[in-house]
């Protein structure tokens, strides 16, 4: 008898008994413009109302194969709740947030509904149809923003990145700690929906910040955060996070979904005896400007390093083509 999907997703994420074959899967998202006309769903009816949410969803395991259903295409469900002027986008652009209410480092005010804004509750509705929908066939995904990430998104990159080079510890930390339970709650609210595995995206990276200044500012975040969270979380980092990796495994996530610049046979190297390893398909030359073999072979290479759950690096650019990513599912399911 073949493993599920969610079977599959759910032994790599511990790094248990191997499953029929490697899983592919992608804790951020695989919404394309080809996908969102293959389904009929498209930007932004999908990060605002539930069933078109989830519908979209669906198609990333029923048209392209994957092991893995991640209804949240956006990054800002929770600065939208907490008070950011956001731009939905459309079929051909992303969200974008266009105020930061926060940018004097003001105490913060939690709505005490916030899980029930529009923005938030939503993710939650699409998790719950899902659930409903697939059930233990393949692994339900959430996603949440850390408190590093909301708090650029309150504040503003640059104005957030600006009072860390000028020392401003104190008040940075004082913003991720305000911040941290809208982290905490937005995750354990997608488990009881439904969320099998939630993605924590901080992007504490190489090209923000120093591993020094993860280790001082949030380190000691994360390591608050991942036991007060009641399911298995998947760290996502983008960029060159070499020289962290170590900080990272230490923090309590059970798996880190990385970039393919960081090479596969390194990371699982250095950390793959610590966390689960997810990724790291190259998006823009491969997935986006290369061909299905390109795919194929970038794949391949991820499954013969060890990496656990094999998938695209970051969020995919919207233009990229299915039949690359269904390379992916090829080659994940080749041979076995």
Known sequence: MKSTGHNLIMSALYNGRKGDRPPAGNPTSIVCQDLMDACGVSFPQAHLNADAMADLALAGHEILGFDTVMPEYSVHQESAALGC?????????????????????SDIEIPENILEKPSMRVV????????????????????????????????GTQNFLLQIGMGENEKVIKMMRQLMPVTI????????????????ADHVTGDLASPRH??????PLHKEITPQIGGPLILHVCGNCNDRLDLF??????AYHFEWQMDAKSVVKKVGHLMSLAGCINNAQVLYQGTPDDAYTQARYAIDAGVN????????????????????????????
Not at 185 to 200: E, K, W
């Open 185 to 200: 709650a937005f995750a354990n609210a997608q488990f009881q929906a439904g969320a099998d595995v939630v993605c924590l």
């Open 85 to 105: 002027d956001v731009n939905w986008g459309d079929r051909d652009t992303m969200p974008d947030g266009k105020s930061f209410p926060y940018s004097d480092f």
């Open 309 to 336: 759950i094999v998938g695209p690096e970051c969020a995919i650019p919207l233009t990229t083509p299915l039949e690359n990513l269904k390379a992916i599912v090829t080659a994940v399911c080749e041979g076995y």
């Open 214 to 219: 993860y280790q001082e500012l949030l380190l």
């Open 249 to 254: 495994a230490e923090a309590g996530f059970e």
């Open 124 to 155: 939650l509705d699409a998790l719950s149809i899902l659930r409903r929908s697939v059930g233990d066939k393949v692994a339900i995904m959430g996603k949440v923003m850390g408190p590093w990430t909301l708090s650029y998104h309150m504040a």
